[in-house]
T-cell receptor, first 114, second 114 residues
Framework: GDSVTQMEGPVTLSEEAFLTINCTYTATGYPSLFWYVQYPGEGLQLLLK?????DKGSNKGFEATYRKETTSFHLEKGSVQVSDSAVYFC?????????????FGKGTKLTVNP | DSGVTQTPKHLITATGQRVTLRCSPRSGDLSVYWYQQSLDQGLQFLIQYYNGEERAKGNILERFSAQQFPDLHSELNLSSLELGDSALYFC?????????????FGPGTRLTVL
């Protein structure tokens, strides 16, 4: 079945450091890909999305490119801030099955220190 | 604020009991999704309703059931509760038709089974 694998956390960085969180997926066809973020005590928020190969999603300084050849959707940010501390989830929507459900990775906790 | 509301915020109950979690989707959204977030299983899709009808089922236990009412709010019923049912339960909603599946998440209901 469809699945998402993302790098194990936690990840601890200093402010202004470069961030990469790896995400790879297994799916038939061309799923839509997402990054969601969960701040402490809150629900998930959509951070960015991409719907087809080579699409780049971007938001709030974060970017991810849909790579069909490597089945990857790695999240990057050039300079992290303390306010970026959260749990980040990579997810996909399968193209088959008749549902728009989200399949999530296990999440990566990011802590940014001042 | 995503516009999705969930009640109650916290629920503490005993094994063997039955509880009902409630979700109100964003105004105009026809689809409601339920997800369970636990430490060992991560974020798992439970069930999706679209305009009152069940659209897809995930890893939902037979002890769990859900419905979506004519006013589009949804309820998730959990019965014969076990310790392992302790988790965060999220509701999400989305519009249809959807060129890209952006789901908006509520703040969650934290269920503790003692």
């Amino acid at each position: 079945g469809d699945s998402v694998t993302q790098m194990e956390g936690p990840v601890t960085l200093s402010e202004e450091a470069f961030l990469t969180i790896n995400c790879t997926y297994t799916a038939t066809g061309y799923p839509s890909l997402f990054w969601y973020v969960q701040y402490p005590g809150e629900g998930l928020q959509l951070l960015l999305k991409a719907t087809k190969a080579d699409d780049k999603g971007s938001n709030k300084g974060f970017e991810a490119t849909y790579r069909k050849e490597t089945t990857s959707f790695h999240l990057e940010k050039g300079s992290v801030q303390v306010s970026d501390s959260a749990v980040y989830f990579c997810a996909l929507t399968p193209t088959q099955g008749g549902s728009e459900k989200l399949v999530f990775g296990k999440g990566t906790k990011l802590t940014v220190n001042p | 604020d995503s516009g999705v509301t969930q009640t109650p915020k916290h629920l503490i109950t005993a094994t063997g009991q039955r509880v009902t979690l409630r979700c109100s989707p964003r105004s105009g959204d026809l689809s409601v999704y339920w997800y369970q977030q636990s430490l060992d299983q991560g974020l798992q899709f439970l069930i999706q309703y679209y305009n009152g009808e069940e659209r897809a089922k995930g890893n939902i236990l037979e002890r769990f059931s859900a419905q979506q009412f004519p006013d589009l709010h949804s309820e998730l019923n959990l019965s014969s509760l076990e310790l392992g049912d302790s988790a965060l339960y999220f509701c999400a909603s989305s519009t249809h038709p959807i060129p890209v599946n952006e789901q908006f998440f509520g703040p969650g209901t934290r269920l503790t089974v003692l």
